[in-house]
């Protein structure tokens, strides 16, 4: 069965330290791939997507992902982490367009240590 | 301002009763999908509706019903059959299409959620 794979249940940085989280999925067909933020509580909010337009896709709040095809990986990274960026993060494929549901992982809780 | 709502944000719910979940959208969106949010287990699907008057179950669709009477109203009901009910619910919805005009328009966007506690 197709799925997605979050490595790490729990990620813990330093405030200004690398953000890296992972995630994997399973298919031979390049899927559609998402990252949402979660804050307590709350909705998801969408930080970046990537649609086969290009490997390296910027979002928002100065997070980034970049798509590779021959590790079936797509790792959010972030440079420098801020306090406001401790939330949890859920990556998602849609495996065909056209108003298919997302599969989610199981989701990433960053903290951010000052 | 265009987006989703979901009332209640908190509902009680006491042993053998049904209580329906509103989420309504003002985005003119064709597709919206019903989910469930336990705690370290992702969001699971539970309904989606592709258009007017037609649904379909997601993974976990036992002890739940919808209707998709109206464009922008999924109603999610929680009935008596669903036996462990406690959780965060969150609705979506998305433009869609089909094909090459779906590209770029499978965005799912998301309401602020219903967090349902059963007493």
């Known amino acids: 069965a197709q799925s997605v794979t979050q490595l790490g249940s729990h990620v813990s940085v330093s405030e200004g330290a690398l953000v890296l989280l992972r995630c994997n999925y399973s298919?031979?067909?390049?899927?559609?791939l998402f990252w949402y933020v979660q804050y307590p509580n709350q909705g998801l909010q969408l930080l970046l997507k990537?649609?086969?337009?290009?490997?390296l896709v910027k979002g928002i709040n100065g997070f980034e992902a970049e798509f590779k095809k021959s590790e079936t990986s797509f790792h959010l990274t972030k440079p420098s982490a801020h306090m406001s960026d401790a939330a949890e993060y859920f990556c998602?494929?849609?495996?065909?367009?056209?108003?298919?549901?997302?599969?989610f992982g199981k989701g990433t809780r960053l903290s951010v240590i000052a | 301002d265009g987006g989703i709502t979901q009332s209640p944000k908190y509902l009680f719910r006491k042993e053998g009763q049904n209580v329906t979940l509103s989420c309504e959208q003002n985005l003119n969106h064709d597709a919206m999908y019903w989910y469930r949010q336990d705690p370290g287990q992702g969001l699971r699907l539970i309904y989606y509706?592709?258009?007017?008057?037609?649904?379909q179950k997601g993974d976990i669709a036992e002890g739940y019903s919808v209707s998709r009477e109206k464009k922008e109203s999924f109603p999610l009901t929680v009935t008596s059959a669903q036996k462990n009910p406690t959780a965060f619910y969150l609705c979506?919805?998305?433009?869609?299409?089909?094909?090459?005009?779906?590209?770029?328009?499978?965005?799912?966007?998301f309401g602020p959620g219903t967090r349902l506690t059963v007493l």
């Open positions: 979506a919805s998305s433009s869609g299409g089909s094909g090459r005009a779906a590209r770029g328009t499978d965005t799912q966007y």
């Open positions: 998602a494929v849609i495996w065909s367009p056209g108003n298919t549901p997302l599969v």
């Open positions: 509706s592709q258009i007017v008057n037609d649904f």
């Open positions: 298919s031979s067909v390049p899927p559609y």
């Open positions: 990537y649609t086969s337009a290009a490997t």
